[in-house]
């Protein structure tokens, strides 16, 4: 699933973020990293997206309590949930899956595009938080109670500065 653009040194212009039905984690990532990629001057220059593994929640919002918890940070969550799509695979320079199931479910679902283009270097997207024992999954809040969404939020938050830090180096 990986070749030139998998190497460590390889340009990253366009990230997917994936969970399960792109309502509570990916789209708080993707909200994230393109505030913290406004804020570094790297807004227009990165292309971000996410995507979830599961059809069950096409079109609709993020989830509330990802908007919530998101807007008591400043950021604005404005995507619509899809599901992966084959073509994904070629269209990105990396996919971040936010947990290891996700991350089996990726293979089968970019597999199907029979991988006729450059492919996407595919990782766990705790790969790159600092405070991570690797493998790490970042931990659904969906049916979860308490602070799941909040503990979800510095996840991503630290998570991100950490891939824009990568993104920054990789360009030189």
Do not use: K
Not at 62 to 91: C, M
């Amino acid at each position: 699933m990986t070749d030139s653009r998998s190497h460590p040194d390889h340009p990253i212009e366009s990230i997917l973020f994936v969970c399960l039905g792109n309502i509570c984690r990916s789209p708080l990532a993707e909200g994230v990293l393109r505030h913290r990629a406004r804020e570094r001057g790297l807004e227009g220059e990165l292309r971000i997206d996410s995507a979830g593994t599961g059809s069950w929640h096409v079109g609709n919002p993020p989830d509330p309590r990802s908007a919530e918890v998101a807007a008591r940070h400043g950021i604005r969550l404005e995507s619509r949930a899809r599901q992966v799509a084959p073509g994904d695979a070629e269209a990105f320079d990396l996919i971040l899956a936010m947990d290891r199931s996700n991350l089996r479910d990726l293979a089968d679902l970019l597999d199907a595009g029979g991988g006729r283009g450059r492919q996407a270097e595919v990782r766990l997207f705790r790969d790159y938080d600092p405070e991570a024992d690797s493998p790490a999954d970042v931990p659904d809040p969906y049916y979860g109670a308490g602070d799941g969404f909040e503990v979800v939020q510095a996840m991503v938050e630290r998570t991100c500065e950490a891939i824009l830090d990568e993104v920054e180096r990789r360009r030189g």
